[in-house]
């Protein structure tokens, strides 16, 4: 991820928007379709897939391509996707949402972990939340899945924070730089509630934002 130090002046002068727009924000999962409230390992495991993409060298329009295309061809679960095998995951699956390069590499990582969520939490990741005891074992157990970075573990639990008791990992500096610049105290939320998971967000898409209209 690319930080930066600034908000651009159109940001600043033109776009800034207010704390209580930030605080309704449309969570990623729920552009995607994904229920996180009703607390089934069928939206668990479409939120790791999503995440899993989302957190890779790809832009987010092709993240959100990509995982639309695993839905179109009913890869929606760790046994669907692992008996589609690696030629399918790279065409026609990778290649509809966008994928030009990495998509070797992409299908490798996908076909692993969902092999190792199916052999060892039996293709549910509440089992996985189940056998932490903490929300730095949560964090762990995660990263321990292949091609899982920080980054991605932050993207799978940060809309999880409501739902998951031991969700709760800490906010991307670059969310917490983005509240400083707008005048924000995230300390002042509860980091478990829906407004906490919908204010992050909201702040992730603010730079993103704030990237492209500097690149533009």
């Not at 730095?136 to 739902?163: K, S, Y």
């Not at 002042?188 to 702040?203: H, I, Q």
């Amino acid at each position: 991820m690319t930080n930066t130090h600034h908000l651009p002046a159109e940001i600043e002068l033109r776009e800034r928007p207010h704390r209580h727009q930030l605080e309704k924000s449309q969570l990623y999962s729920e552009e995607l379709g994904i229920d996180l409230s009703l607390r089934r390992d069928r939206e668990y495991f479409r939120w790791f897939l999503a995440s899993i993409l989302f957190g890779g060298r790809i832009s987010e329009a092709i993240a959100r391509n990509t995982y639309r295309a695993f839905v179109r061809h009913g890869l929606t679960t760790p046994r669907k996707i692992f008996n589609a095998g690696w030629d399918f995951l790279v065409f026609p699956v990778l290649r509809e949402g966008g994928y030009v390069r990495y998509d070797g590499k992409k299908s490798d990582q996908v076909l692993r972990d969902c092999g190792m969520l199916l052999d060892e939490y039996g293709g549910k990741l509440s089992r996985l939340e189940a056998s932490a005891r903490t929300n730095g074992e949560v964090e762990q157990r995660l990263l321990a899945f292949f091609g899982v970075g920080p980054v991605t573990a932050n993207i799978f639990l940060r809309e999880l924070r409501p739902h998951w008791p031991l969700a709760d990992p800490e906010p991307l500096p670059v969310v917490a730089k983005m509240a400083h610049q707008l005048g924000i105290d995230l300390g002042r939320y509860d980091r478990k509630s829906l407004t906490f998971a919908r204010l992050e967000a909201g702040l992730i898409r603010l730079r993103h934002t704030a990237v492209k209209s500097r690149h533009a």
